[in-house]
């Protein structure tokens, strides 16, 4: 389970389909098992407020994003903040959960470097093709024609070089800089060995 503070009340979650297994959870528990999910989810909170010191209050509005192979990530968001850097917890949580999938692997990179290492890793597998766009001074690449035997391997690469990104391709598409349209990875191979 990864943490990262988005803003002064909003956290980011990020769980691994291992993080799930370990706590005997599936992402189909979601609509299954309430308890589960919601003493997963008191744990979450509880292992949020220890990791960045605060105090978490209030009703809380979770967006799930389901990363095919790769786990999900949550944003938290409670609404009532008190100081700027103090969120409000009274023990009641009041949850507004909203799912979403994706079926592409989409991660994003901080440097175009790291893109270069994961194109060498991703050849030697034999791993081919995916789309790269820029946006927000980051690096975004869609490997949406991997097979579905593979994803959970490639998913694990990618992992190493970038991180899981919750944005949607069509919004890439849309608003992002189109720097390969296709053929990413034999591209970045060609130019950068």
């Known amino acids: 389970m990864r943490l990262e503070r988005l803003t002064a009340n909003k956290i980011k979650i990020f769980l691994t389909s291992d993080d799930l297994f370990e706590r005997g959870l599936s992402k189909e528990d979601i609509w299954k098992d309430s308890s589960k999910w919601n003493q997963l ?39 009532e903040v008190k100081d700027d850097e103090e969120l409000l917890y009274d023990g009641y949580i009041e949850m507004q959960v909203r799912v979403e999938g994706c079926e592409a692997l989409l991660y994003e990179f901080n440097e175009f470097e790291d893109l270069v290492g994961l194109a060498k890793r991703l050849s030697i597998i034999d791993i081919f093709g995916g789309s790269l766009y820029a946006m927000h001074n980051r690096y975004y690449l869609v490997m949406d024609e991997v097979e579905t035997d ?44």
Request: charged share 20%; glycine share 4%; aromatic share 10%.
């Open 41 to 79: 989810f008191h744990d979450m909170l509880e292992e949020a407020s220890e990791e960045f010191d605060v105090d978490i209050q209030g009703s809380v509005a979770v967006e799930i994003f389901s990363l095919q192979a790769q786990g999900m990530i949550l944003i938290i968001t409670v609404d």
């Open 150 to 193: 593979k994803k959970e391997m490639v998913a694990c690469i990618l992992s190493e070089f970038g991180t899981p990104s919750i944005l949607s391709p069509y919004v890439l598409a849309e608003y992002g800089k189109p720097v390969m349209k296709q053929f990413a990875v034999e591209t970045i191979l060609h130019f950068f060995k």
